[in-house]
């Protein structure tokens, strides 16, 4: 099977899975927002979530996962298996040892954790320490969960990994219902459904690991020459992610300030953008990461560059579109999935201001969790790290600049501006390591799907304010007139790769029948 077909075939795979676990997501949030609605309450939530979610980040499939799969990989490819295993049990029991030391002190000193990350969270505050508190060990099960994904990743098997977020979904769904009820504060019922779904997540990699030759071993030498060459890989990815993971705790920040439910708002509109670039950003990065970590361990840069520019070319097609249709059809969508009993019209217009500025950075964001897995396949964690820094200097000044004027959506803003302006820098810096990525072509496509989705977002306009159904009719068929006129409008164009995509698609599924 070629380049071309095995990444099809695994973003297929992952982009479904991911997918319904993006529904599931909103199904989630619905639920969130239908029992707590948007205030003091999900603002606690909030923050204690995000707490944990950070050092995720961190240690788990941020800067652990940038650093292991490259080495992981090459041991795969020019050492023997048992090499490679060897090497894993090392990084997993010491990324437990770390996590459960970090979890530890993350209870004890939770009170100043909160008020480092939310000062300007006064109201509600022990409810944000003790969720803070119930919620830290699902840190030692995420990262665990990430680990675990990053070698299933780097030994070809996507569906699994992909499938384990949906554990923590529906967790976190099932346990509103059947265990909140028994709290006299209901929102703690909720913060154990996330600890049981990092549970299951770890649970159901265990498996598919054993089977392909995994087998634990007690070992924490660190005098392996791997765990060396993933700790001088992992201190510069580090400290890249830490500044990356600023922006977050700026906006946060920043939002404490401002009116009850700004933090709720910042998040419902980010977990909305984050569909389109879980689906195609985060999809695209996970098996492009693996595919290229192998190629460059081969030495194969010419299929490294394919990779690389049919990942752009497939997020060109996907994320422009996908911006235009959530500015035009954010307020009701939003109404549509969280309006509801807690959640009133003011939470609705709140979270639309964010999702509109949020959404214009969508390219941005998705992109970048393609192009920056390039630096880390290389070995190279330093140059995110640089460029991270001049993103989140951007953000800080641009968040200072326009919050007295456009208040959350002012820090949604800065947020997408510092994401592009990083998204810049690193394609500079890329160009000079891959060589070309015939620019010329990329931006001919990006041009003529900006008019196609211009053309999309116009015709869902019309059809949203004209149809005179119920909402769930309105937004339904506004998506898929809006589908059917993109894919027209790309035929009209002359966009030569979504033809490619399709022939390509088509080979696939014939070459499955055989």
């Not at 437990?96 to 480092?116: M, N, Q």
């Not at 326009?402 to 820090?411: A, D, F, I, M, Y």
Request: hydrophobic share 55%; glycine share 6%.
């Amino acid at each position: 099977m070629t380049t071309k077909l095995k990444i099809i075939k695994s973003v297929g795979i992952v982009s479904i899975i991911t997918f319904f676990s993006r529904i599931l997501g909103f199904l989630r949030d619905m639920v969130i927002a239908s029992k707590f609605g948007a205030g003091l309450i999900t603002d606690a939530f909030f923050i204690a979530f995000m707490i944990p979610n950070l050092f995720r980040q961190l240690f788990g499939e941020g800067a652990l996962s940038a650093a292991f799969i490259p080495v992981f990989s090459d041991y795969l490819v020019n050492k023997e298996k048992k090499d490679a295993w060897q090497l894993a049990n090392l990084v997993i029991n010491l990324l437990l040892l770390i996590s459960i030391v970090i979890t530890i002190l993350g209870i004890i000193f939770a009170p100043y954790v909160v008020c480092l990350i939310a000062p300007g969270f006064s109201k509600n505050v022990d409810l944000a320490i003790l969720l803070t508190q119930v919620m830290f060990p699902f840190m030692i099960l995420i990262c665990t969960a990430a680990l675990l994904m990053g070698i299933l990743n780097a030994c070809q098997h996507f569906s699994i990994s992909a499938l384990a977020p949906v554990l923590l979904n529906i967790s976190m769904i099932c346990s509103v219902y059947f265990i909140s009820p028994f709290f006299k504060e209901p929102i703690l019922g909720l913060a154990l459904g996330v600890l049981l779904g990092g549970f299951l997540q770890v649970a159901v990699q265990i498996i598919p690991l054993l089977r392909k030759g995994y087998t634990y071993k007690f070992n924490l030498s660190l005098n392996h020459p791997g765990i060396k060459k993933i700790g001088n890989l992992m201190i510069p990815a580090v400290m890249g992610l830490a500044i990356t993971q600023v922006n977050l705790v700026i906006s946060r920040s920043l939002a404490s300030f401002l009116g009850t439910g700004s933090i709720s708002a910042l998040y419902y509109a980010n977990n909305l953008i984050w569909l389109p670039i879980a689906l195609f950003g985060v999809s695209l990065g996970t098996v492009s990461f693996a595919m290229m970590s192998s190629q460059v361990a081969k030495e194969d840069f010419s299929s490294l560059r394919e990779t690389l520019i049919l990942s752009l070319r497939m997020l060109i097609m996907t994320t422009i579109p996908a911006s235009i249709g959530l500015i035009v059809l954010g307020e009701p969508i939003i109404t549509l999935l969280f309006q509801r009993n807690e959640f009133t019209l003011n939470d609705t217009i709140a979270t639309n201001i964010a999702l509109f500025y949020y959404a214009l950075g969508i390219f941005a964001f998705a992109s970048l969790r393609v192009i920056t897995p390039v630096f880390y396949a290389f070995k190279d964690t330093k140059t995110p790290l640089k460029t991270g820094a001049v993103a989140v200097i951007c953000n800080l000044g641009l968040s200072i600049l326009l919050l007295p004027s456009l208040k959350h959506g002012g820090l949604a803003l800065a947020t997408t501006l510092s994401a592009s302006l990083n998204f810049v820098i690193l394609m500079v810096f890329l160009k000079k390591k891959v060589g070309s990525l015939k620019d010329g072509h990329l931006l001919t496509l990006s041009v003529r799907t900006l008019v196609a989705s211009l053309i999309m977002g116009i015709t869902c306009f019309i059809i949203i304010n004209n149809v005179k159904y119920s909402l769930w009719w309105q937004v339904l068929v506004s998506i898929f007139s809006g589908i059917l006129v993109l894919s027209i409008c790309y035929k009209l164009f002359k966009i030569k790769e979504m033809d490619s995509l399709i022939k390509k698609l088509a080979t696939y599924v014939k070459s499955l029948k055989k």
